[in-house]
């Protein structure tokens, strides 16, 4: 593995319920993307978000921005 594969993480929030995203934070500074997938289909689709986009969606779901689920 190179720095430039992705190193996928799956949040510490997960309960293991199978409704989970994993991520590849390590490419945002390399690449400028954040790749996101499906835990449950890692061979699946990759949807690659800009960083900065990724980063503003995070600080929004701790601020509570998107209310509760």
């Known amino acids: 593995m190179t ?14 319920g199978g409704q989970c995203i994993e991520v590849a934070r390590n490419l945002a500074a390399s690449r400028g993307t954040v790749p996101v997938r499906d835990s449950k289909n890692p061979a699946g689709p990759v949807l690659a978000f800009p960083a900065g986009s990724f980063a503003a969606f995070v600080t929004g779901v701790k601020g509570g921005g998107f209310g509760t689920v």
């Open 3 to 16: 720095t430039e594969d992705p190193q996928w993480r799956t949040s510490s929030y997960s309960n293991n």
